[in-house]
């Protein structure tokens, strides 16, 4: 008999479970009243990472003629342009989604889900629709406090920021995450002046130390202002711009500010409490493993269970639920070894533990580190900002994490993510031949400074056995 599924939330959680369910032969209704791809795809990833990439070319063309190339003027970055850019490789991706959901025949029902039970959705407009399994895909949204809405026009979220006609000469962000960096380094790069008002120490506190000493170098080199151990407490409109106050004090100020403190999950109005879905402190869904909520045939996926915001971790949840649901034999995520990028300038790639956190949960580590200019390639590339770590058990050998910053470290780090999984060791990088020249091979010398062993670094003055290598 096939089953249906009902979705709620065409995001990357919910049109990766629909078109998963689809292909497994359920009855699928995605429930959305917003265009398919949810944040990740309008107003997030996809933009953003168009956003960097067009700076990542207009720092390069500056530089043309340190590769040998003469320009025949200055290069100036064009907003208007940039926004349109970013809207064809949007619309390019939208129009792919919904023709997999049309080939895949789900049903797209156009409005907002609320819950009635663990098998029953309820929709304006629509009958009630009933199935087998319910997944809530319906996403987060920005965290805007009422005291920092000083000047709507001027204080924006990630949800607006690109919605604007044009720049502005100067930018406040409040925040030290994720969104805050990468927009720092985004609207510095086309010549907006800005300041990072933060409360922690380091800019992306939750990477490893190594990492974010390298982003904050680049801040300061690039004269983005970084201000921390912050608490904004307000924002409040000055003429022509607005302020942040800490303590009844002004501590930075500007023409426009970003407000990016953090997502909440999207579940206020779905009547969950009503239905009975047991909720955490932040209003996430509480769920197990297999993304199962506290209501009987109701799954909770992505960024609304709170477990990890990060959309690829949404679309691997929306298969485990899927399987789980249809009766697919499955086993949960490990997600501490899920890899993740930030796209700052440069770039970071992650997967796994950090040094501190390795050493907090009571390992003894190697580490070994090795600076991008060793490289080849990174100098033919004139990419020579950044670095590869690796971080390993030192009695067992056993890989614990991998932290990169550079050119393409998004697009290097699977090589550790997949190393992780299968449990390997650093000789498992060490014993594999990487090509030259490549940025890759970044990973391979780290490994082998792991292990006292770097062929292209100083050597280590230590008796052989030394606190720091593996034997």
Not at 80 to 102: C, E, F, S, W, Y
Not at 312 to 328: E, M, P, T, W, Y
Not at 345 to 358: D, F, L, R, V
Request: hydrophobic share 45%; glycine share 10%.
């Amino acid at each position: 008999m096939t089953k249906h599924l009902a979705i709620v939330g065409g995001g990357p959680a919910g049109y990766v479970a629909a078109s998963h369910a689809a292909a497994e032969g359920a009855q699928v209704t995605l429930i959305d009243p917003h265009p398919l791809g949810g944040t990740c795809l309008h107003r997030g990833c996809i933009p953003t990472k168009t956003l960097v990439e067009v700076c990542n070319l207009l720092e390069k063309m500056r530089r043309a003629e340190s590769y040998g190339l003469r320009m025949p003027g200055a290069v100036e970055a064009d907003w208007p342009a940039i926004r349109a850019k970013a809207g064809k490789v949007i619309d390019l991706l939208h129009t792919g989604i919904n023709g997999l959901m049309a080939d895949r025949r789900v049903v797209h029902v156009q409005g907002c889900g609320r819950i009635l039970d663990g098998r029953r959705v309820e929709v304006a407009g629509h009958d009630v629709i009933e199935a087998d399994s319910v997944l809530i895909c319906t996403g987060s949204s920005p965290i805007l406090p009422e005291s920092f809405v000083a000047d709507r026009a001027r204080v924006v979220t990630s949800d607006d920021l690109l919605q604007w006609d044009a720049l502005p000469e100067s930018l406040l962000i409040v925040g030290d995450g994720v969104v805050a960096c990468e927009y720092a380094f985004i609207m510095n790069a086309l010549g907006v002046q800005v300041s990072v008002v933060a409360m922690s120490e380091r800019p992306l506190p939750f990477i490893d130390s190594d990492i974010a000493a390298v982003v904050q170098r680049e801040m300061r080199r690039r004269g983005i202002e970084f201000i921390n151990q912050c608490a904004v407490e307000s924002l409040a409109a000055i003429p022509d711009g607005v302020a942040a106050l800490a303590n009844g004090k002004v501590v930075a100020s500007a023409e426009r500010a970003l407000v990016a403190i953090g997502r909440r999950p999207n579940t206020y109005g779905m009547g969950l409490e009503e239905a009975g879905v047991a909720l955490g402190p932040r209003g996430e869904i509480v769920t197990n493993p297999f993304m199962q909520t506290s209501l009987d045939g109701l799954y909770a996926v992505g960024d609304v269970n709170g477990r990890l915001a990060l959309a690829h971790a949404a679309s691997a949840q929306a298969r485990l639920a899927v399987d789980h649901a249809l009766g697919v034999e499955c086993a949960p995520l490990d997600e501490s070894i899920i890899p993740w990028a930030v796209f700052t300038m440069p770039e970071i790639g992650c997967a796994g533990m950090t040094e501190q956190h390795a050493i907090e949960t009571g390992h003894a580590v190697s580490v070994g580190r090795f600076d991008l200019r060793g490289l080849g390639k990174a100098q033919a590339m004139s990419e020579l900002t950044g670095m590869a770590k690796v971080v390993a058990d030192r009695v067992s050998g056993r890989l614990l994490g991998v932290h990169i910053i550079g050119a393409h470290a998004s697009d290097m780090v699977h090589e550790a993510a997949v190393l992780l999984r299968q449990g390997a060791t650093v000789h498992a990088i060490t014993q594999t031949v990487h090509a030259h020249p490549t940025l890759s091979e970044a990973i391979h010398e780290a490994a082998e400074d792991a292990l006292g062993q770097a062929v292209h670094k100083p050597m280590k003055r230590k008796k052989p056995h030394h606190a720091d290598a593996l034997p």
